[in-house]
């Protein structure tokens, strides 16, 4: 149990355009979800929070307006780059918790979306 | 704040060898702490957690000891092989709060 999907896996796209991330809880219903950056061998940064129905929370120096984040249901948080620049390519990794029959805080982790901005 | 701190890599270890990498954390109260581990191109896979003081994590050979005394999480496996080559990140996530804290990862390569 406790599967974190993310789709796609790798997304190749034109500087200018916009590209959606989803993060899917197979298993359980992810009442918080949490997007991570990752830039080539770095920890990962926490760009943002999202509660199921609420908006999101960002960190600090993290552009809400570039980083559209999406949380309309248990299962389902969408991250969308806008505009996207050479300098949004990354590693963009999605995490999720529930409240019920686990470690209160674990988060689950996605296998990651590789972003390439040409 | 709450914070991890990590050895740095990278190492780079012969198959068999002993590994210890250590993680030690700042935080108030008491926090869960966790290993992950990160192999190439892929997301992060929990490798064990402790939840309270003296609390073992162990899973596939790895073990972490929640040190409550020394404020560390150092993990060790007695005979390390090729496939365990990957990123290992020390965390640790306060309880009643969602948020994780991730030390800087420490790059393992195992060579036969």
């Known amino acids: 149990g406790a599967v974190v999907s993310q789709h796609p896996s790798w997304v190749i796209c034109k500087s200018g355009t916009s590209v959606k991330i989803e993060c899917r809880s197979l298993d359980f219903q992810a009442t918080t979800m949490f997007w991570y950056r990752q830039f080539p061998k770095q920890s990962l940064m926490l760009m943002a929070t999202s509660n199921e129905g609420s908006k999101a929370t960002y960190e600090q120096g993290v552009e809400k307006d570039k980083f559209l984040i999406n949380h309309a249901s248990l299962t389902l948080s969408t991250l969308t780059v806008t505009s996207a620049h050479p300098e949004d390519s990354s590693f963009y990794i999605c995490?999720?918790?529930?409240?019920?029959?686990?470690?209160?805080?674990?988060?689950?982790f996605g296998p990651g979306t590789r972003l390439t901005v040409l | 704040g709450n914070s991890v701190t990590q050895m740095e890599g990278p190492v780079t270890l012969s198959e068999e060898a002993f590994l210890t990498i250590n993680c030690t954390y700042t935080a108030t109260g008491y926090p869960s702490l966790f290993w992950y581990v990160q192999y190439p191109g892929e997301g992060l896979q929990l490798l064990l957690k402790a939840t309270k003081a003296d609390d073992k994590g162990s899973n596939k050979g790895f073990e972490a000891t929640y040190r409550k005394e020394t404020t560390s999480f150092h993990l060790e496996k007695g005979s390390v092989q090729v496939s365990d080559s990957a990123v290992y990140f020390c965390?640790?996530?306060?309880?009643?709060?969602?948020?994780?804290?991730f030390g800087a990862g420490t790059r393992l390569t195992v060579k036969p």
């Open positions: 965390a640790l996530v306060k309880h009643n709060n969602n948020d994780m804290r």
């Open positions: 995490s999720a918790t529930g409240t019920s029959g686990r470690i209160y805080g674990e988060q689950f």
